[in-house]
């Protein structure tokens, strides 16, 4: 049989001469390509098969571990915030235990106070006398009756923890102390007791005097005392 023959002008006369003859393209494929470019498919192939798969694995396993992650996150949260707000409220019992404990306290010191009225008062009055809330009442009435005092006055005046009468040791002059009484003695203490000392004197018609008694002073409360007069024990 004669071989075939094809004159080769132009690039058509190639294409049609591979068309015709399929089996030249490997021939001509290992001609124009290096090795290294043949081998390209094999590898890319080998990669998907011994790295890219194994990865992907990976990556997979990398994302449901993630989404374990956020959900196990999600919960810590609202742990978190269950937590906050348990310790928000023990913030609020303590805080109300506290105030529990120095109101308790405060009226602890308030009966020792009174009860022991002649060992406070005795440096600056004879005869010392606590005067009960009963008559306490019936003389701010009465001076509110008569117009001496204003029924609010007389509504903060019975607000006082502890009025005493006596002889002032210096001139034997009937005085009433108006005292405050408190574990740890402040400004707004010394205010008070100078405000209803002077609802209490006039109700009275006798000298008042202002005292503070505290088992501890502020400075603040030091400092205010000294130009309204008031004692601090």
Not at 4 to 23: M, N, V
Not at 58 to 65: G, S
Request: aromatic fraction near 4%.
């Amino acid at each position: 049989m004669r071989k075939e023959e094809y004159k080769i002008k132009t690039f058509e006369d190639i294409i049609r001469a591979l068309r015709d003859h399929p089996e030249w393209l490997e021939e001509l494929r290992r001609i124009i390509l290096t090795e290294e470019l043949l081998r390209l498919p094999q590898r890319f192939e080998r990669f998907l098969q011994e790295e890219f798969r194994p990865l992907r694995e990976k990556v997979d396993t990398m994302e449901r571990d993630v989404t374990t992650l956020k959900e196990d996150v999600k919960v810590l949260k609202e742990d978190v915030k269950v937590l906050k707000e348990d310790v928000a409220k023990l913030k609020e019992d303590v805080k109300r235990l506290k105030d529990d404990v120095a109101a308790l306290k405060g009226s602890d010191f308030e009966r020792e106070v009174r009860e022991r009225a002649p060992s406070y008062f005795g440096r600056l009055i004879r005869r010392c006398r606590v005067v009960l809330p009963e008559r306490l009442a019936d003389v701010l009435e009465e001076a509110v009756d008569k117009g001496v005092i204003s029924d609010e006055e007389m509504e903060d005046a019975l607000n006082v923890d502890l009025v005493v009468e006596g002889i002032l040791k210096s001139n034997k002059e009937g005085v009433v102390l108006v005292c405050e009484v408190s574990s740890t003695a402040d400004v707004t203490d010394v205010e008070k007791a100078n405000k209803r000392a002077g609802i209490i004197g006039k109700a009275f018609n006798k000298k008042s005097i202002p005292i503070v008694v505290g088992k501890e002073v502020t400075k603040g409360a030091k400092e205010k005392s000294e130009p309204l007069g008031v004692i601090l024990i």
